[in-house]
């Protein structure tokens, strides 16, 4: 080889290679870091090391390293002494690179890429999506006249380049169907088309696309991908898939859209909106995102395995969604193509490790941490519930110096009277009080008599309070045992030690409380350190919170809160499992089988279902009776006992007017927690006080944890911004400060790919070396930009985007266009897509007629074929179809069952809803055809289109036909297509002439036809009109 | 897809169109669709070798088959009945949730009698006497092992080489890959078992097409009146209006497509012309009336009854014979943690007398050379009673260390006996096959090199067999 000499070393060593090519520059971003992302990396990347390899090709210090001996993999302008090039232009196989083995390829170009980039300097450059976007300025093109915002300067600069021309704008009413679609998932209405198309105004279209922007349908628009990117279900998924309930955070993120809140925000209260200072409800509700994971609620699994993959899931969602990095390929080693370690990877997994929850997720419903999350609806009558017992207890407040004069007369009365106790009775559900008590034995007790147990005896209360594991109670009684207390006091248990219920019993004086639907691995069990001393009477109160977790439990000896330790905490499947039976006897003094019966004494049992105040349970718990505290001077009472005489003389004895609202504040309080039982919940995220430990797991399993790590960030990418706290909230922070490269250009590709069905950059999931380069690099960093500089305001970039000239092209393509190309990518015309899955639906509803518009609330079931839970799910999961007006409700409110997925939306490419799905796919398949021509959706909903043609459409037939096209088209039909809609009018009405045929045709669906119609014309309509529903133009945005 | 060809294409078929009578179109227009155009076609330079087999029959036994009662003699563990299973042989693995606690582990061999049967001399257990007349046709694999222990992530890695959820499943890589040889038919059929008992939840990803198009996602065929979900036409609507409906539907596409030039209008038309041959294929398909009564007497006394697991073998051949490429049957309530014996039999007596009888029928139409016919689950069972063990009655738990499967047909060895476990069928003490290898094995018979089927999705070259994976020489012809 000569002495290097920039052309004619080309020529030497490439033989034949065209000068040109050598000539043309080449970029390393563009053009050299994809091949050796794809071709090299696999072993000379990231991960090198752990394959033993020396040579690596992911930074230029490692590739222009001296290897040993001189050996460079690259050596800037000198092929020959590039191992690079030698090996993968080595003649003898065995040399080559890729090895064969890897099934790894480079083709001609890709050699000569790498050869002309080592000849033109080997010039390397960060990966170009780690570089912050710098706003670039507006390129020179040739055509001025085209651009109607700086969108079309960049994607026409491109066209000239490519020598293409793009295409004249769609019509009015195209354009007006595109953007209606595209901003609200629904086709403009005949009247709307009209009034566009008749608007001579020079901002028609801009008031247009504002009309639309402000219409709420437009946050159910937007929230639809979203759903996708956060694996938004209504169920658990894994094998028992049992049902879960997020809508509220689904409703959060529709209003969020709606009014237009801030990109940063919306990602900020998503990450870690509970750890804002001053959370709100909504704020709290937001951090659902990274709840909507799968969870196992099987009964085998190792609760261990699965907390690590939900932590993995925020991970590796949070992360496509929002950063376009597949950092969850580093879980199990280094990445193999991206500059993260598996270190990186696991600092990154603590930011989302500190969540209390279990690995084993609740059965039925949400798993804790969860929040209630009460509608607006239901924030308004709780307030008025609020307001009403003001209204009292401003009666009270104001008559207080009155009501304390009573107060102290009546306590002059009692004092020497006859012995009275207060107990509250409100919410009573049971009580024992042994006075006259004919089951068990009888003593004289704590108040009145007591029931004597002696290890033998049990009072069986009956099938009584069947309370499960989501119901809260309240257990009480008086104890008294001569040896430490020890047995079952109060039960509702299968018999047998361990057996199914609940319990309170006392372990040689610790007072012990079990909620067991499965020993051992079901149950919770907590019991106190303090022991209850023998000899003399003590009270007892367990309260729960219906939150299925032992912090749910808590214990009161003597009225005093006692700290438990939590034996067992795992209860996840309710008394009543798979819908099966809880049938055994509220008993006193016995359950858990002959031997923990009681030996003692028992007293006052009260149950109650609710939750007593502390301030309640102490005043219970006083035991003596109110005529010796009101014989006490007044400032030697305690505060419960003051709190007691008032209880007391504001139920029975104050003047009638504060008896009834003492009475009515009462019944206020029940009512209000009645409603506040009624409120949704929402899974939400949440700290735990004490940090989690996160450690490295080796090979990624649960189960072998390596060094321990702190949160942290890619070395590769900034650092958290200055003063933002080391957690959660602070990574949050990050995602959205300005230094952030990715946020903002992933965010604005996607929603770019709403529009254009294809991202800027295709791989929409993946802005790292394996990613795309963008086709149109400057573009993306401007409107990037554009989206911060203009306060990372969603609706202004939507609006920004379906102005843009390059939006507004027709998206007619010639032969020769769509061969130079296929998929628009040049956006030489306009986006021409088959509507999403659930727009497929929407419109075809609208059209219809038979849309029920409702913002929000619990997700719907409407049609679905028969038995499809029956065949494949559990035993007790059926599919109960809604009723109307919910069997009509947009289809982004359909419950969504992860592991059955509803058919029309699987047919019609919608995301799984199992993991984060941010590309959109479409196929062209023989089952969506059966679909939109057998589905009773689409023929309920033809027959109504085709009821509306005769209804609404006129009196002639061509009228009517015209009518129906439009209506779902949004244009009228051609005069060859309205031939054949003529045509296939008058062969159904020939066809429907059998009046049997026309009324069995038209039995499709639950709403009824107007009766008024003839079926035989009625029948021809529908049938037209599902020629009209499965056009493809119908299901395709244009 | 070639939009010149497509061009040309669609002027043909304008011009059959403009000709044709109704109700012509369809038989046409399947063989003017261009190779290109079919849904059927599969990837570029598949098959990357001469295949032996050229479809599937997968019978999925879902719930974990007990090996111990089934395939894995152990004729010295009735000296151990009752004792402890040994530390030295458990090792400290883990076990599920719902033995994790118990407090001793009895080991409890199997009440069922084990026989030789073939040439061969395949050991193989008395629930089976069918299967064992004919060994010599089957591959018996004893030492598979997975690493999940648990229903839902066994079976999502028996399906889709993962354990969880986002991955295609085996026959939507293979739909992709090799595409169908029936215009007419999805390339990849499922048929769920109805009328069991006690089982376990599937569910849809266990067919499904994960990260690859939808197109290639399991369609599941149903008893009933509807095999495919939307394959009837409404009550009232009768086939000659639905043809002609079809051909206003082309004929007001084609017009758009002349005004828009979108290809995708093509590839619609096509498919409404598959759909309606669906409609007529499907239930011809599915109608079991002109099945002559030899089969039914070969497949058992469940063969008429819809939606059986025997019926759904029947289909399964009748699917092999129109070329479709992969069958999947799921027959659950093998999950027996209480009651085993009973339940074991009562399974058997559902299974055995159709897997048999399969094998036979595919033999005697020459079909069984060509055809791969795999059996098993997702895990095998424990050695150790779950629960009291007492003369009649003994349970087992979920046992992913080892467990049985057997394979027969096109590239597979008959009367082989592959692996060995130890005494107690706890681990594999020789020649270990875990799910990478068998998918590498099945797709190896199908001319497929494993590391070579796939799929670029967030950056990664996806396989079935994720980066691992060994074709299992021995199981071979």
């Given at each position: 080889?000569?002495?290097f000499?920039?052309?004619?070393?080309?020529?030497l060593?490439a033989?034949?290679l065209n000068?040109?090519?050598a000539?043309?520059?080449v970029?390393?971003?563009r053009?050299v870091r994809?091949?050796?992302?794809?071709?090299?990396?696999?072993?000379?990347?990231?991960?090198?090391?752990?394959?033993?390899v020396p040579m690596?090709?992911?930074?230029?210090a490692?590739?222009?390293?001296d290897?040993?001996g001189?050996?460079?993999?690259?050596?800037?302008g000198?092929l020959?002494a590039?191992?690079?090039v030698?090996?993968?232009?080595a003649?003898?196989?065995?040399l080559r690179?890729?090895?064969?083995a890897?099934?790894l390829?480079?083709?001609p170009?890709e050699i000569?890429?790498?050869r002309?980039?080592?000849?033109?300097?080997?010039k390397?450059?960060?990966?170009w999506?780690?570089?912050?976007?710098?706003?670039p300025?507006?390129?020179?093109?040739?055509n001025r006249a085209?651009p109607?915002?700086g969108?079309d300067?960049?994607?026409?600069?491109?066209?000239?380049a490519?020598?293409?021309q793009?295409?004249?704008?769609?019509?009015?009413?195209?354009?007006?169907?595109?953007v209606?679609l595209?901003l609200?998932g629904l086709p403009?209405?005949?009247?709307?088309?009209?009034?566009?198309?008749?608007?001579?105004?020079?901002?028609?279209?801009?008031?247009?696309?504002?009309?639309l922007l402000a219409?709420?349908?437009?946050?159910e628009?937007?929230a639809t991908p979203?759903?996708?990117a956060?694996?938004?279900a209504?169920?658990?998924?894994?094998?028992?898939d049992?049902?879960?309930?997020?809508w509220?955070?689904?409703?959060w993120?529709?209003?969020a859209?709606?009014?237009?809140?801030?990109?940063?925000?919306f990602?900020l209260e998503q990450?870690?909106?509970?750890?804002?200072?001053?959370?709100t409800?909504d704020?709290k509700?937001?951090t659902g995102?990274?709840r909507?994971?799968?969870?196992?609620?099987?009964?085998?699994i190792?609760?261990?395995?699965?907390?690590?993959?939900?932590v993995?899931?925020r991970?590796?969602?949070?992360?496509?969604?929002?950063?376009?990095?597949?950092?969850g390929?580093?879980?199990?080693?280094?990445?193999?193509?991206?500059p993260f370690?598996?270190?990186e990877?696991?600092?990154?997994?603590?930011y989302f490790?500190?969540?209390p929850?279990?690995?084993?997720?609740?059965?039925?419903?949400?798993?804790p941490?969860?929040?209630?999350?009460?509608?607006a609806?239901?924030?308004t009558r709780?307030d008025?519930?609020?307001r009403r017992?003001e209204?009292h207890?401003?009666?009270?407040r104001?008559?207080?110096?009155e009501?304390?004069?009573?107060?102290?007369?009546?306590e002059?009365?009692?004092r020497?009277g006859?012995?009275?106790?207060?107990v509250?009775s409100?919410?009573?559900?049971?009580?024992?009080?042994f006075?006259?008590?004919?089951?068990?034995?009888v003593?004289?007790?704590r108040i009145?008599m007591?029931?004597?147990?002696?290890g033998?005896?049990e009072?069986?209360a009956?099938?009584?309070?069947?309370y499960?594991i989501?119901?809260?109670?309240?257990l009480?009684?008086?104890?008294?045992?001569?040896?430490a207390p020890?047995?079952?006091?109060l039960?509702?248990?299968a018999?047998?030690?361990?057996?199914?219920?609940y319990g309170?019993?006392l372990?040689?004086?610790?007072?012990?409380?079990?909620?067991?639907?499965?020993y051992?691995?079901?149950?919770i069990?907590v019991?106190?350190?303090?022991v209850?001393?023998?000899?003399?009477?003590h009270h007892?109160?367990?309260?729960?919170?219906?939150s299925?977790m032992?912090e749910?439990v808590?214990?009161?000896?003597?009225?005093r809160?006692?700290p438990?330790?939590?034996l067992?905490?795992?209860?996840?499947?309710?008394?009543?499992?798979?819908?099966?039976e809880?049938k055994?006897p509220f008993?006193?003094?016995?359950?858990a089988?002959p031997?923990?019966?009681?030996?003692?004494w028992?007293d006052?049992?009260?149950v109650?279902?609710?939750?007593?105040q502390?301030?309640?349970?102490?005043?219970?718990?006083?035991g003596d009776?109110?005529?010796?505290?009101?014989?006490?001077?007044?400032e030697q009472?305690?505060?419960?006992?003051?709190?007691k005489?008032?209880w007391?003389?504001?139920?029975?004895?104050?003047?009638p007017?504060?008896r009834?609202?003492?009475?009515?504040?009462?019944e206020l309080t029940r009512?209000?927690?009645?409603?506040e039982?009624?409120?949704?919940t929402?899974m939400?995220m949440?700290?735990?006080p004490?940090p989690?430990e996160?450690?490295?797991?080796?090979?990624?399993?649960?189960d072998?944890?390596?060094?321990?790590?702190?949160?942290g960030?890619p070395?590769?990418?900034?650092p958290?911004?200055?003063?933002?706290p080391?957690?959660?909230?602070?990574?949050?922070?990050?995602?959205?400060?300005?230094?952030?490269?990715?946020?903002?250009?992933?965010?604005?590709n996607?929603?770019?790919?709403a529009?254009?069905?294809?991202?800027?950059?295709?791989?929409?999931?993946d802005?790292?070396?394996?990613?795309e380069?963008?086709?149109?690099?400057e573009?993306?960093d401007?409107?990037?930009?554009?989206?911060v500089?203009t306060?990372?305001?969603?609706k202004a970039?939507?609006?920004?985007?379906v102005?843009?000239?390059t939006?507004?092209?027709?998206s007619?393509?010639?032969?020769?266009?769509?061969?130079?190309?296929?998929e628009?990518?040049l956006?030489?015309?306009?986006?021409?897509q088959?509507?999403?899955?659930?727009?497929v639906?929407d419109?075809?509803?609208y059209s219809?007629?038979?849309?029920?518009?409702?913002?929000?609330g619990p997700?719907?079931k409407?049609y679905?074929?028969d038995?499809l839970?029956?065949?494949?799910?559990?035993?007790?999961?059926?599919?109960?179809?809604?009723?109307?007006?919910?069997?009509?409700?947009?289809?982004?409110?359909?419950?969504?069952?992860?592991?059955?997925a509803?058919?029309?939306?699987?047919?019609?490419?919608?995301?799984n809803?199992?993991s984060?799905?941010?590309?959109e796919?479409?196929t062209?398949?023989?089952?969506q055809?059966l679909?939109?021509?057998?589905?009773v959706?689409?023929?309920?909903?033809?027959r109504?289109?085709?009821?509306r043609m005769?209804?609404e459409?006129g009196?002639?037939?061509d009228a009517r036909?015209?009518?129906?096209f439009?209506?779902v088209?949004?244009r009228?039909?051609?005069?060859?297509?309205?031939?054949?809609?003529?045509?296939a009018l008058n062969?159904h009405?020939d066809y429907f002439?059998?009046?049997?045929a026309?009324?069995t045709?038209l039995?499709?669906?639950d709403?009824p036809?107007?009766?008024?119609?003839?079926?035989?014309?009625?029948?021809s309509y529908?049938?037209?009109?599902?020629?009209?529903?499965?056009l493809d133009e119908?299901?395709?945005k244009? | 897809?070639?939009p010149?060809?497509e061009r040309?294409?669609?002027?043909t078929?304008?011009h059959?169109f403009?000709?044709?009578?109704t109700g012509l179109g369809?038989?046409?227009?399947?063989?003017?669709l261009?190779?290109?155009?079919r849904a059927?076609?599969?990837?570029s330079?598949?098959?990357?070798f001469?295949?032996?087999a050229?479809?599937v029959?997968?019978?999925?036994?879902?719930?974990?088959?007990?090996?111990?009662?089934?395939?894995d003699?152990?004729?010295?563990?009735?000296?151990?009945?009752g004792?402890?299973?040994?530390d030295?042989?458990?090792m400290?693995?883990?076990?599920?949730?719902m033995?994790?606690?118990?407090?001793?582990?009895?080991?409890?061999p199997?009440?069922f009698?084990f026989r030789q049967h073939g040439k061969?001399?395949m050991?193989?257990?008395?629930?089976?006497?069918h299967?064992?007349?004919?060994?010599?046709?089957?591959?018996?694999?004893?030492s598979?092992?997975?690493?999940a222990?648990?229903?839902?992530?066994?079976v999502?890695?028996?399906?889709?080489?993962f354990?969880?959820a986002?991955?295609?499943?085996?026959g939507s890589?293979?739909?992709?890959?090799?595409g169908?040889?029936?215009q007419?038919?999805?390339?990849f059929v499922v048929?769920?078992?109805?009328?069991?008992?006690?089982?376990?939840?599937?569910?849809?990803?266990?067919?499904?097409?994960?990260f690859?198009?939808?197109?290639?996602?399991g369609?599941?065929f149903?008893?009933g009146a509807?095999p495919?979900?939307y394959?009837s036409?409404?009550?009232g609507?009768d086939?000659?209006?639905?043809?002609?409906?079809?051909?206003?539907l082309?004929?007001?596409?084609?017009?758009k497509?002349k005004?828009?030039q979108?290809?995708?209008?093509?590839t619609?038309?096509?498919?409404y012309?598959?759909?309606?041959?669906?409609?007529?294929?499907?239930?011809?398909?599915?109608?079991l009336?002109k099945e002559p009564?030899?089969t039914f007497?070969?497949?058992g006394?469940d063969?008429?009854?819809?939606g059986?697991?025997?019926?759904n073998?029947?289909l399964?051949?009748?699917?092999?014979?129109?070329g479709?490429?992969?069958?999947?049957?799921?027959?659950?309530?093998?999950?027996?943690?209480?009651?085993?014996?009973k339940?074991?039999?009562?399974?058997?007596?559902?299974?055995?007398?159709?897997?048999?009888?399969l094998i036979?029928?595919l033999k005697q139409?020459?079909?069984?050379?060509?055809?791969?016919?795999v059996?098993?689950?997702e895990f095998?069972?424990?050695?150790?009673?779950q629960?009291?063990?007492t003369?009649?009655n003994?349970?087992?738990d979920?046992?992913p260390?080892?467990?049985?499967m057997?394979l027969?047909?096109g590239?597979?060895?008959?009367?082989v006996?592959?692996g060995?476990?130890?005494?107690f069928s706890y681990?594999?003490?020789?020649?270990p096959v875990?799910?990478?290898?068998?998918?590498?094995?099945?797709l190896?018979?199908?001319g497929?090199?494993?590391?070579r089927l796939?799929?670029?999705?967030?950056g990664?070259h996806f396989?079935?067999?994720d980066?691992?994976?060994?074709?299992v020489?021995?199981?071979l012809?």
């Open positions: 080889m000569l002495g000499h920039p052309k004619l070393g080309i020529v060593a033989g034949c000068l040109l090519a000539e043309k520059p970029a390393f971003n053009d994809p091949i050796l992302s794809d071709k090299c990396f696999v072993c000379h990347g990231p991960d090198a090391a752990a394959k033993g690596r090709l992911d930074s230029e490692a590739a222009k390293a290897l040993g001189g050996r460079r993999a690259v050596v800037p000198d020959d590039s191992h690079l030698r090996r993968i232009t003649d003898r196989p065995a690179m890729p090895p064969v890897s099934n390829a480079l083709t170009p000569e890429t790498l002309n980039w080592v000849i033109q300097g080997a390397w450059e960060k990966h999506s780690f570089i912050p976007p710098a706003r300025p507006l390129p020179e093109v040739k085209w109607r915002n969108i300067w960049f994607v026409l600069e491109r066209l000239e490519e020598g293409l793009p295409s004249p704008a769609a019509g009015r009413a195209t354009l007006l169907r595109r209606s595209d609200t403009p209405s005949p009247a709307e088309i009209d009034a566009f198309v008749n608007d001579p105004s020079p901002d028609a279209y801009e008031k247009a696309v504002d009309r219409s709420p349908r437009y946050g628009r937007m979203w759903l996708n956060a694996r938004y209504d169920t658990n998924g894994y094998q028992y049992g049902e879960r309930y997020m509220r955070w689904r409703d993120v529709i209003d859209f709606n009014r237009n809140q801030p990109f940063n925000r990602t990450i870690a909106g509970d750890m804002l200072p001053g959370a409800l704020q509700i937001a995102f990274n909507n994971h799968r969870a196992n609620t099987e009964d085998g190792v609760a261990e395995e699965y907390a690590v993959e939900y993995v899931d991970v590796e969602t949070t992360a496509t969604a929002f950063l376009g990095l597949t950092l390929c580093a879980r199990c080693h280094n990445h193999k193509y991206d370690t598996q270190k990877f696991y600092q990154v997994y603590s490790n500190n969540v929850e279990l690995g084993r997720a609740m059965k039925y419903g949400n798993s941490p969860l929040l209630p999350a009460p509608t609806d239901q924030q709780r008025e519930l609020e017992m209204v207890q401003k009666l009270l104001d008559h207080q110096p009501l304390e004069r009573a107060q102290a007369a009546w002059r009365r009692i020497e006859e012995a009275v106790h207060w509250p409100s919410g009573l559900d049971l009580a024992v009080s006075d006259g008590e004919g089951r068990v034995p003593a004289p007790g009145g007591a029931g004597v147990f002696d033998n005896a009072l069986d009956g099938d009584v309070l069947g499960d989501q119901d809260r109670f309240t009480s009684a008086w104890v008294r045992s001569d040896s020890h047995g079952s006091v039960s509702k248990m018999d047998k030690p361990d057996g199914k219920g309170l019993y372990n040689h004086g610790k007072v012990h409380v079990h909620l067991t639907s499965n051992v691995n079901d149950a069990r019991e106190t350190e303090e209850v001393p023998a000899g003399s009477w007892l109160t367990v309260t729960y919170t219906g299925r032992a749910g808590a214990v009161y000896i003597d009225g809160a006692a438990v330790k939590v067992m905490d795992t209860l996840y499947r309710p008394f009543r499992n798979a819908g099966g809880f055994h008993r006193v003094g016995g359950g089988g031997e923990r019966r009681f030996r003692g028992i006052d049992v009260r109650y279902g609710r939750i007593l502390p301030e309640e349970i102490s005043a219970i718990a006083l009776p109110l005529n010796a505290v009101a014989r006490k001077p007044a009472r305690s505060d419960i006992e003051r709190l005489l008032r007391y003389f504001l139920e029975h004895a104050a003047a007017e504060y009834e609202a003492w009475k009515q504040l009462v009512e209000k927690e009645k409603l039982r009624t409120f949704p929402v939400v949440a700290e735990r004490v989690n996160t450690h490295l797991l080796v090979r990624g399993a649960y072998k944890p390596g060094e321990k790590v702190e949160p960030l070395a590769v990418l900034p958290l911004p200055a003063g933002a080391n957690n959660r909230l602070g990574f949050a922070m990050w995602l959205v400060d300005p230094s952030n490269p990715l946020t903002a250009r992933v965010a604005v996607r929603f770019w790919q529009y254009f069905g294809v991202g800027l950059v295709k791989t929409t999931e802005f790292g070396a394996q990613g380069w963008p086709s149109h690099p573009l993306l401007w409107l990037a930009t554009e989206f500089r306060g990372w305001d969603v970039l939507q609006k920004l985007i102005t843009s000239a939006y507004r092209q027709s007619r393509v010639t032969p020769e266009l769509l061969r130079r190309d296929p628009n990518r956006l030489a015309r306009g986006p021409r088959r509507l999403p899955a659930e727009m639906r419109q075809a509803l219809a007629g038979l849309l029920a518009e409702k913002l929000g997700s719907v409407p679905q074929p038995g839970w029956k065949e494949i799910a559990m035993q007790d999961m059926d599919y109960v179809q809604s009723k109307a007006p919910d069997l009509y409700r947009r289809s982004l409110y359909t419950f969504w069952k992860r592991t059955i509803p058919p029309l939306m699987v047919n019609f490419d919608a995301a809803h199992e984060c799905v941010v590309r796919t479409r062209n398949t023989p089952l055809a679909n939109l021509m057998n589905d959706t689409f023929l309920e909903a033809a109504f289109v085709g009821q005769v209804t459409g009196q002639d037939r036909l015209r009518y129906g439009r209506l088209t949004g009228p039909p051609a005069a060859a297509e309205a031939e054949t809609l003529r045509n062969f009405l002439s059998n009046e049997a026309a009324k045709y039995e499709q669906g709403s036809s107007d009766p008024s119609l003839h079926p035989r014309e009625l029948a529908a049938a037209v009109a599902s020629l009209i529903l499965n119908t299901i395709t244009e | 897809m070639d010149l060809q040309r294409l669609l002027l078929r304008r059959f403009s000709r044709a009578s369809a038989a046409a227009l399947s063989s003017l261009p190779a290109g155009l059927g076609a599969g990837a330079g598949l098959p990357h001469a295949p032996k050229k479809r029959i997968y019978l999925f036994q879902h719930g974990g088959p007990s090996q111990l009662d089934l395939f003699y152990k004729p010295n563990l009735h000296a151990q009945r004792k402890d299973l040994p030295s042989v458990r400290g693995q883990r076990l599920t949730g033995t994790a606690f118990q407090t001793n582990f009895p080991t409890a199997s009440i009698r061969s001399g050991c193989l257990s008395e629930l089976l006497p299967l064992s007349g004919v060994a010599d046709e089957i591959a018996l694999i004893r598979m092992h997975t690493e222990i648990n229903h839902d992530p066994a999502t890695f028996l399906q889709t080489g354990q969880l986002g991955r295609p499943s085996m890589w293979l739909a992709y890959g090799l169908s040889e029936n007419d038919l999805p390339s048929m769920v078992s109805q009328g069991v008992g006690g089982t376990q939840a599937l569910a849809d990803r266990s067919w499904g097409s994960g690859l198009p939808s197109k290639y996602q369609v599941k149903r008893s509807d495919v979900l394959l036409n409404p009550p609507y086939e000659t209006a639905r043809r002609r409906f079809l051909d206003d082309a004929r007001l596409n084609e017009l497509f005004e828009s979108d290809p995708e209008i093509s619609r038309i096509a498919q012309e598959m759909a309606f041959r669906m409609q007529s294929s499907v239930p011809e398909l599915a109608d009336s009564e030899s007497e070969m497949y006394p063969a008429r009854k819809p059986t697991f025997a019926a073998c029947i399964a051949r009748r699917l092999a014979e129109r479709v490429r992969f069958v999947q049957l799921f027959h659950r309530g093998w999950d027996a943690h209480g009651r085993l014996p339940e074991i039999r009562g399974q058997c007596e559902q299974t055995d007398q159709p897997c048999a009888a036979n029928d139409r020459g079909m069984l050379d060509d055809t791969i016919v059996w098993g689950g095998g069972r424990t050695v150790y009673s629960g009291e063990l003369e009649e003994y349970g087992r979920h046992h260390r080892c467990f049985a057997w027969a047909g590239g597979i060895r008959g009367g006996t592959h060995e476990t130890d005494d681990n594999i003490v020789k020649d875990d799910v990478h290898d068998l998918h590498a094995t099945i190896h018979c199908l497929v090199d494993h590391t796939t799929y670029k999705y967030q990664r396989r079935l067999t980066v691992h994976g060994k074709v020489k021995p199981l012809a």
